[in-house]
């Protein structure tokens, strides 16, 4: 069975900057599979961060646009989500998602990660 697991998070000061990695278990390769991410904040619904195909083409929500990079290591099976300039409504609980099709906005990602807190002061 696929397995995802989140690493990186943790605590940062308004401006600072995190790298999140999401490895992928379960089959040989994910070449294959859209990943990103999700995100969730207390009190919030669940919402689309960034992702990127099979070959590498990313979409990323308006939100993060220009402070978070997605990218895909194929050979190790991970996806990171650089994150700069992080704001305090970026804290929330980030979810690695992957599927063998789309994953972005209104789709429901067929395997998710445990997810990894980011947490954001002022």
């Known amino acids: 069975q696929v397995q995802l697991v989140e690493s990186g998070g943790g605590s940062v000061q308004a401006g600072g900057s995190l790298t999140l990695a999401c490895t992928a278990s379960?089959?040989?390769?994910?070449?294959?599979?859209?990943m990103g991410w999700f995100r969730q904040a207390p009190g919030k619904e669940r919402e689309f961060v960034s992702e990127?195909?099979?070959?590498?083409?990313?979409k990323t929500a308006s939100s993060v646009k220009g402070r978070f990079t997605i990218s895909r290591d194929n050979t190790k099976n991970t996806v990171y989500l650089q994150m700069n300039s992080l704001k305090p409504e970026d804290t929330a609980v980030y979810y690695c998602?992957?599927?063998?099709?789309?994953?972005?906005?209104?789709?429901?990602?067929?395997?998710w990660g445990q997810g990894t807190q980011v947490t954001v002061s002022s």
């Open positions: 379960g089959r040989r390769t994910f070449s294959d599979y859209s």
């Open positions: 990127v195909s099979w070959n590498k083409s990313s």
């Open positions: 998602a992957a599927d063998p099709s789309y994953i972005g906005p209104g789709a429901t990602p067929g395997h």
